[in-house]
């Protein structure tokens, strides 16, 4: 990392004002009003919370907004780009070209994508925790919880109406809520800009600060092939940020560390992270590797190369929090100081006991067990063609049990999303397949030695690359007609498939089925277990003030428009968009840093002062990409889409000195709509105007396609007009 970390060097400063930070990704059943009304004068009411959360979309591992009546969803370049990718070909690039559909009937359905939206919670805590009864041990009481789990996901959920519900462990199991969520599963590409503007700078400016990213793309959902009905939705606003507004987040943020133990965060610092920054490594080296050997090459990878890359800085970055001696030793103190209060207490600690040692011991099971779990477990065969064989022998195998004895995640209220991923029409690259395949191999040998029993299975008596090739070359896999047929015929159509992925997979399961049953009840039930315990002890001592650990669900977090001053430099609070032509010029418009050919030819009718990227200090880590921020009144004024790299070690203590959200404001977007890519019908739609009708006016341009039905081929993107 070229920049140091200086996120501690005021930390007297950040704990004597610990208690005045906006910090928090605070439930939404459980907003800070109190906090919100004392220091920004802000009365939040159930209306405005409503509204927000139920415009609010879960978008994969990232967020979205509904933006419009008719269903119109708002997200990030880099949450939304699958879609782009899947909807592209060698002849028709919209990663590279970027993509417009003037008209209702151009917008393509994308394959496999599932949008969520919550419905509804329920604190189920008291029915979750009473199913764990006295004298059980954890593994005991981890079992019954599951079983109570299950049964209430599946009484909330209703697969006809596209209901799931899942139930949501916080504080570490100190408390269970019931997610409802309503799912859709027909969303379609509206909008999405080039590459070279969505990711300016690339990797070597992501995670950095000040940008110039236009980092968005519209979809829309369709229920019953015609646009849904959002009565919920944000409104654009057109007002420029100012420094010193209050700022809202509305997202999913992945997972957060600030509540683990000790023993946890060394965990995290001396196996897990340093492993995923080792294989990272290397797993970009074969990625640029093979996207150098022919440029559709670079086209099938860019995906996994942009997530490798992402992640690999986002690590770096929290495992510079955790070598940080300063942030231990708080983390340390902070323990230190809630087992005291405990052990003051007779009749706490007689209800509590010592659970930072039983977690403690869970930690030794994962170090002891690390490579085993690592390379032996579910997830140590990658690749699509990998993972739609793994999906079909345990699926098939968990559908023969009754729901409440199945694994997690193969109940009947999850099936609905496991086949629209298993059947989704995203095409397979065998190449990409193998590749993975093969540094997997080699990784796994290098691991666990030539002679162990579960590489020589693996291998069957081949090298990685022949094995790798022998595994996918003939597959038939990447055809959704090969495994719908597979899926409807069961355990015996899967036991009697010839397969060679499909075969491996059946060989592997038993041992990767007895150590998910290892680490359910030797790691995950123990720390739920004790974590409920410290959770406890917690609330007794603070009370609730202090948010749970993100979990991927949705969190509201809010912060103020906000520079900041590093190595004694004044940052600004936001960027235009004539900076990003002379940050192009100063970089010599050498790629990452070349704009758009559509950007420079709509350069003379721009606004060159529009804000374009600004940051504030709302609490936000990974997860949040693609969070609507809004204002006061509720209103868009832009979107998360990274955070500064000093942010980063906020995955496990907040701080608000120089750690900073980054978002693409909205000014840019309705500027860059309406003058560079040409779309007036999008830009009526966010900003409240009447409905778009279904037909484009006399002069937008006409696409002949006609709507697809949900089981039909879309219709034919395409690429954004050149600008006037």
């Known amino acids: ?167 949501v462990v916080l504080y570490s199991g100190g408390m269970y809520h019931l997610y409802k969520y309503k799912k859709y599963t027909d969303v379609r590409l509206v909008m999405a800009p080039e590459f070279d503007i969505a990711f300016f700078g690339g990797d070597a400016d992501n995670f950095t600060y000040p940008r110039h990213d236009l980092d968005i793309t519209f979809f829309r959902i369709y229920e019953n092939n015609a646009p849904i009905s959002t009565p919920n939705y944000l409104k654009f606003t057109t007002t420029p940020l100012k420094e010193g507004d209050l700022v809202f987040v509305s997202g999913h943020p992945g997972s957060t560390g600030r509540l683990l133990t000790t023993s946890q965060l060394e965990y995290l610092r001396d196996v897990a992270y340093p492993h995923r920054l080792t294989s990272g490594e290397r797993t970009i080296k074969n990625l640029m590797a093979f996207s150098a050997k022919s440029p559709e090459n670079s086209r099938v990878a860019e995906r996994m190369l942009f997530g490798y890359q992402n992640s690999f800085k986002a690590i770096t970055g929290y495992q510079s929090g955790l070598l940080d001696k300063k942030l231990m030793a708080t983390k340390a103190a902070q323990e230190k100081e809630l087992k005291a209060a405990v052990n003051s207490d007779p009749k706490l600690k007689a209800e509590i006991g010592d659970p930072w040692s039983e977690i403690e011991a869970a930690m030794k099971f994962q170090r002891d067990n690390f490579k085993r779990i690592t390379y032996m477990g579910d997830m140590a065969i990658p690749g699509r063609i990998a993972s739609i064989a793994r999906t079909l022998v345990r699926v098939s195998e968990e559908k023969t049990k009754p729901n409440d004895q199945r694994l997690r995640g193969y109940q009947d209220a999850s099936l609905p999303s496991i086949e629209a991923n298993l059947f989704s029409a995203a095409p397979v690259s065998k190449e990409l397949d193998t590749m993975q395949l093969t540094e997997a191999f080699s990784e796994m040998v290098n691991a666990l030695g030539a002679d162990n029993a579960f590489v020589k299975t693996v291998l069957a008596g081949k090298t990685p690359e022949a094995r790798a090739a022998e595994l996918v070359t003939d597959s038939k896999l990447d055809d959704v007609a090969v495994r719908k047929e597979l899926y409807a015929g069961g355990k015996a159509a899967v036991d009697a498939s010839a397969e060679p992925m499909i075969q491996l997979m059946k060989q592997l399961d038993p041992e990767a089925r007895a150590i998910r049953k290892e680490v359910e009840d030797k790691v995950d039930s123990v720390v739920r277990k004790n974590g409920a315990l410290i959770a406890k002890a917690r609330f007794a001592k603070y009370g609730t003030d202090v948010a749970p650990d993100a979990t991927g669900t949705l969190r509201l977090s809010y912060g103020v428009v906000k520079g900041y001053t590093l190595k004694g430099k004044k940052v600004p609070f936001h960027t235009t968009m004539g900076d990003a032509f002379a940050y192009e010029a100063a970089h010599k418009a050498v790629a990452p840093y070349k704009l758009p050919e559509s950007w420079g030819k709509a350069k003379s009718t721009l606004n060159l002062a529009t804000s374009f990227d600004s940051v504030n200090t709302a609490d936000i880590i990974g997860g949040n990409s693609g969070s609507p921020t809004v204002n006061r009144k509720g209103e868009v004024v832009g979107i998360i889409f990274d955070g500064n790299i000093e942010s980063l070690p906020m995955n496990f203590m907040y701080e608000d000195v120089v750690g900073r959200a980054v978002i693409t404001d909205s000014t840019a977007v309705i500027e860059s709509l309406k003058k560079i890519y040409n779309a007036p019908a999008l830009v009526t739609e966010l900003l409240g105007s009447p409905a778009i009708p279904a037909k484009p006016a006399a002069t937008a341009k006409k696409d002949t396609k006609k709507p697809a039905a949900s089981e039909k081929k879309a219709p034919a993107a395409t690429a954004l007009p050149k600008a006037k």
Not at 112 to 137: H, N, R, W, Y
């Open 1 to 167: 990392m070229k920049r140091r970390i200086i996120l501690f060097a005021l930390l007297a400063l950040v704990l004597s004002t610990f208690s005045f930070a906006d910090e928090g990704m605070w439930l939404f059943n459980a907003p800070p009003k109190a906090k919100l009304k004392a220091k920004h004068n802000f009365e939040l009411t159930q209306e405005w919370l409503d509204n927000l959360r139920l415009s609010s979309v879960r978008a994969g591992g990232g967020s979205a907004s509904f933006v419009s009546p008719d269903g119109l969803v708002f997200t990030n370049h880099h949450v939304g780009a699958g879609c782009v990718h899947n909807l592209s070909t060698a002849t028709k690039d919209y990663i590279k070209d970027g993509f417009y559909a003037a008209t209702r009937d151009a917008e393509p359905k994308c394959p496999g994508i599932e949008f969520q939206v919550l419905q509804d919670i329920k604190d189920v805590t008291k029915e979750v925790q009473d199913a764990a009864k006295p004298g059980m041990s954890a593994a005991e009481a981890g079992t019954a919880q599951r079983q109570v789990m299950t049964k209430m996901e599946r009484e909330c959920s209703d697969p006809a109406k596209n209901i799931r519900c899942d139930t």
